[in-house]
T-cell receptor
Framework: DAGVIQSPRHEVTEMGQEVTLRCKPI?????LFWYRQTMMRGLELLIY????????DSGMPEDRFSAKMPNASFSTLKIQPSEPRDSAVYFC???????????????FGPGTRLTVL | QQQVKQSPQSLIVQKGGISIINCAYE??????FPWYQQFPGKGPALLIA?????SEKKEGRFTISFNKSAKQFSLHIMDSQPGDSATYFC?????????????FGQGTTLQVKP
């Protein structure tokens, strides 16, 4: 398997523009997570899905952020309008739920480095 | 109560030395404690994990020590090598809830000097 695929790897945009980040999870995985990583705040969970359904979006910083998972093999994280403070590395991760009482490994993608000027 | 506190923020160790990173948690419902390793420009990857029914788990040069009563766990890297230079994250989850959600610590940047 190719692992978790994210695109683009780098994105530079100007304040006010819409940004869309994309993720393809590992085939067969039923959990998908979006994280944001910055020096100041570390690794923050933004939202996660189970079987394409959003389960917890409490980490989404503002209404400017939205995420969708239209099918099991694709998810997007959208920022509209973008602001300089959104500059960060955004990671997508996926995992496969096993029996209750087990937590499976989260497999991270390579990340998208977003710079908002 | 959902937080996992990690220290130190950064660590410099000489080649061959022992690297020790500590984490503490409050929520006694946590029952799965993984460590993730992240190299520059890459996503984090699972390194080693432990459940609270054991006090220690060792995989090669990497050991997790777990103290349930103190609600603390630590990563020990024996014979540290320059290739171990990376950022390390501890994490915790409630496996029984089967949500798959991990609570990550703030991360420790380790530099191993040759």
């Amino acid at each position: 398997d190719a692992g978790v695929i994210q695109s683009p790897r780098h994105e530079v945009t100007e304040m006010g523009q819409e940004v869309t980040l994309r993720c393809k999870p590992i085939s067969g995985h039923d959990y998908l997570f979006w994280y944001r990583q910055t020096m100041m705040r570390g690794l923050e969970l933004l939202i996660y899905f189970n079987n394409n359904v959003p389960i917890d979006d409490s980490g989404m910083p503002e209404d400017r952020f939205s995420a969708k998972m239209p099918n099991a093999s694709f998810s997007t994280l959208k920022i509209q309008p973008s602001e300089p403070r959104d500059s960060a590395v955004y990671f997508c991760a996926s995992s496969l739920a096993s029996l209750a009482g087990e937590t499976d490994t989260q497999y991270f993608g390579p990340g998208t480095r977003l710079t908002v000027l | 109560q959902q937080q996992v506190k990690q220290s130190p923020q950064s660590l410099i160790v000489q080649k061959g030395g022992i690297s020790i990173i500590n984490c503490a948690y409050e929520n006694t419902a946590f029952d799965y404690f993984p460590w993730y390793q992240q190299f520059p420009g890459k996503g984090p990857a699972l390194l080693i994990a432990i459940r609270p029914d054991v006090s220690e788990k060792k995989e090669g040069r990497f050991t997790i020590s777990f103290n349930k009563s103190a609600k603390q766990f630590s990563l020990h890297i024996m014979d540290s090598q320059p290739g171990d230079s990376a950022t390390y994250f501890c994490a915790a989850s409630m496996a029984e809830s089967n949500t798959g959600k991990l609570i990550f610590g703030q991360g420790t940047t380790l530099q191993v000097k040759p």
